[in-house]
Each structure stands twice: as structure tokens, then as C-alpha cells.
């Protein structure tokens, strides 16, 4: 019954989001380059970035973690929002909770654990 339509989830974004996204990331990780000799605009920076981010890409819980890595003296050094950034655009958004519940609609009972494919042991 897959009639080739993508599920909401897995939709790529379009191509204005992932450039406004890319141009944030961008923006941002060279200001983060320019100032790190002042943490407090730093940290304005990223979280700015975050909200951001997180506004043009439909509130991806993964820049959470980004965030906080942002946080940490040194990191700065590596483009964390250009990379993150060009991952989410360019691959979808990363699939969450639930996934295995088209899979398993059928043959388990809800609010059960899925079990395991036998198909695929030894």
C-alpha cells in the first residue's frame, strides 16, 4: 500500500529552508570565530542560532544537543551549526519515537513492545 508519498515526517525540507538554514549556520559559526575572545556574545550568538534554527526547521529536538556542545570552552573551534545544519537539510528530519509502530500496527496488540524479527536471527 506505499503509493510513493513521503510520511510528514521524512519530508525533506524545501529548498528555502535549508538556505535560510545553511546562511544561519554560516553567519553564525563565523561570528562565533570573530568573537571568542568575549563568551558572553558567544553565548548570545548561539542561542540566538538555536532559536533560529529551530524556528526554520520545525523544531528538530537534535540542535538541543548542539546547543549545549556550543556551550563548552574550545568547541567553538569546530562548525557544529553549519554541520548540523547541513544534515538536517540535505538528509530530513531524524525520525523519533514511534517508528516501529506502522511496522508492528497489524500484529501486536497496542501499548505492547514490538518483538523482534525472527526472520532475522541465525
Keep these: 500500500m506505499d503509493d510513493g508519498a513521503k510520511t510528514?515526517?521524512?519530508?525533506?525540507?524545501?529548498?528555502?529552508?535549508?538556505?535560510a538554514a545553511i546562511a544561519i549556520a554560516v553567519v553564525s559559526d563565523i561570528l562565533n570565530a570573530i568573537f571568542t575572545w568575549a563568551p558572553p556574545i558567544v553565548i548570545g550568538i548561539d542561542i540566538v542560532t538555536a532559536?533560529?534554527?529551530w524556528l526554520v526547521l520545525?523544531?528538530?529536538?537534535?540542535?538541543?544537543?548542539?546547543?549545549?556542545?556550543?556551550a563548552l570552552p574550545g568547541v567553538s573551534v569546530v562548525p557544529l551549526w553549519t554541520i548540523i545544519a547541513c544534515g538536517l537539510a540535505f538528509f530530513g528530519r531524524i525520525p523519533g519515537r514511534g517508528r516501529f509502530a506502522e511496522q508492528d500496527a497489524t500484529t501486536a496488540p497496542s501499548g505492547s513492545i514490538p518483538s523482534p524479527r525472527r526472520d532475522l536471527l541465525p
Design 51 to 53: 532559536v533560529l534554527l
Design 8 to 19: 510528514p515526517l521524512l519530508m525533506p525540507y524545501s529548498w528555502p529552508q535549508r538556505i
Design 58 to 70: 520545525g523544531r528538530p529536538m537534535v540542535l538541543l544537543p548542539v546547543f549545549i556542545a556550543e
